[in-house]
């Protein structure tokens, strides 16, 4: 099976790109940064260097899958405002945007058919409860992004029903993504006291995702962490 995830070189993207792909699998990461620990798994491991916010970014992934089947696309990458909204700059407001929503609805357009030559033909998007109704952010700016990339997915999954493709949305509350994956989940309790999930909860999801038969699509899963009051 092919992998080609998105936001590979920490957090969210980090942990799946390490733990769910097998020897056997071939895994393509994308990141605009090295990342800070490479995959342990994954007979095949292609880091492909490219950053969400430009336009050449679909078009640099495009070109080193080339025309093989991806099995299974995860668009994981994802930035937040460093300010408050009335002091954010255009440029700062368009890299949101661009990041989390421009770039994963530019990227699945470029991908679509190798998503449809794929026999698994699996799409999740690691989206936010920030992108929830009624859900109280603050962050103008990356709720309406991640509002947005839950409406593409939406749409995206009907793009793909006719070839049998399914697509999720994963909405996260708090998550320890700077804690690593391979430190355990008892490095995050040990911080975090439970106020924070470990990535590892967001891997075990998209690891029943894929156990599940072809005939099932999992439209959407809302995780916010236990303490969570705002969703």
């Known amino acids: 099976m092919r992998y ?14 390490k733990e769910l792909p097998s020897q056997e699998d071939e895994l393509i990461c994308v990141s605009r940064t ?8 994954g007979k095949d491991v292609q880091w492909v260097y490219a950053d969400a916010t430009s336009e050449s970014f679909s078009s640099i992934i495009k070109d080193a899958v080339g025309n093989k089947p991806v099995d299974v696309f995860i668009y994981a990458a994802g930035i937040s405002e460093k300010a408050a909204f009335d002091e954010l700059t255009e440029k700062e407001i368009s ?12 990227l699945a357009q470029a991908l679509l058919s190798n998503l449809v030559s794929s026999e698994q033909k699996m799409v999740v998007a ?19 992004s991640k509002f947005g990339m839950r409406g ?5 999954r009907e793009v793909l029903r006719p070839h049998n ?17 391979e430190e355990g989940t008892e490095a995050v309790f ?9 990535t590892q909860d967001i891997v075990e999801t998209v690891r029943y995702l894929l156990s599940l038969s072809p005939a099932a699509c999992v439209k959407e899963i809302h995780i916010p962490a236990t303490p969570d009051t705002d969703v």
């Open 126 to 144: 690691i989206a936010s409860t920030c992108g929830l109704p009624n859900e109280g952010a603050s962050k103008v700016t990356y709720a309406a």
């Open 34 to 41: 090295a990342p800070q620990i490479k995959p342990s798994r």
């Open 190 to 198: 040990e911080k975090y006291g439970g106020g924070r999930m470990p």
């Open 95 to 106: 890299d949101v945007l661009r990041t989390n929503l421009e770039s994963f609805v530019r």
């Open 152 to 156: 593409a997915a939406h749409a995206l």
């Open 4 to 17: 080609l995830i998105v936001g590979a070189s920490r957090g969210i993207g980090l942990a799946l790109s």
């Open 165 to 181: 493709g399914r697509v999720t949305v994963i909405s996260p509350g708090s998550i320890a993504s700077d804690i690593d994956v």
